[in-house]
């Protein structure tokens, strides 16, 4: 069955950089957009990030513009989300999902969602 496995999350400071991987198995990697989501306490979840199967086209929230990079190795499988200059209010559980065709920016357009990542920003 399909996997998507987030790891890279923690605790850092204001202004501090994390790297999070979505490892991906079950599916034909290639052959999907990834997006990378958050959900911040108390709040609905949102999209982050998202790149095309080729990783030749990336959008980005206007929130993380800037500040985030998305990226993808298809021969290993794997997303990744490199997050710099983190604020507190990146503070949310990171999720990576996975949808045939284009990157899209909600929620129910994705059909694979790995179990998240807690990413804590103290100030």
């Known amino acids: 069955q399909v996997q998507l496995v987030e790891s890279g999350g923690g605790l850092v400071q204001v202004g501090g950089s994390l790297r999070l991987s979505c490892a991906a198995s079950?599916?034909?990697?290639?052959?999907?957009?990834m997006g990378w989501f958050r959900r911040p306490p108390g709040k609905k979840r949102e999209f982050v990030a998202g790149?095309?199967?080729?990783?030749?086209?990336?959008s980005y929230s206007d929130s993380v513009k800037g500040r985030f990079t998305v990226s993808r190795d298809n021969a290993k499988n794997t997303v990744y989300l490199q997050m710099n200059s983190l604020k507190p209010e990146d503070t949310a559980v990171y999720y990576c999902?996975?949808?045939?065709?284009?990157?899209?920016?909600?929620?129910?357009?994705?059909?694979?969602w790995g179990q998240g990542t807690q990413v804590t920003v103290s100030s």
């Open positions: 790149i095309r199967w080729s990783g030749g086209s990336t």
């Open positions: 999902a996975a949808r045939q065709g284009i990157v899209v920016f909600t929620t129910s357009g994705y059909s694979y």
């Open positions: 079950g599916l034909k990697f290639s052959n999907y957009a």
